[in-house]
């Protein structure tokens, strides 16, 4: 044999040995994955037929009159239609 078939020979061994090494890696890891765990139990403090809803009323709050044309410019430098602020 010539030192050029003694050459493939090792290269196609040592590629055959690497594919066979991924496969049973492939193998040994695909087994090993972790399945998730199941959800624990929640208890549940009352059933359906315990809970009673009381209406309350609410407070009403006053509301803050804001400025249209504040709101909107503001808008437009975030937007970054505002020719000032779009860079």
Do not use: H, W, Y
């Amino acid at each position: 044999m010539n030192c050029k078939m003694k050459f493939r020979i090792t290269v196609i061994a040592c590629g055959t040995a690497l594919l066979i090494a991924a496969a049973v890696g492939a193998v040994v890891a695909s087994r090993n994955r972790r399945q998730p765990l199941p959800l624990p139990d929640v208890p549940v403090a009352a059933s359906p037929a315990e809970v009673r809803v009381k209406a309350v009323e609410g407070k009403v709050e006053a509301s803050v009159p804001f400025d249209a044309a504040e709101v909107s410019s503001a808008v437009a430098v975030v937007c970054g239609e505002d020719a000032a602020t779009a860079s």
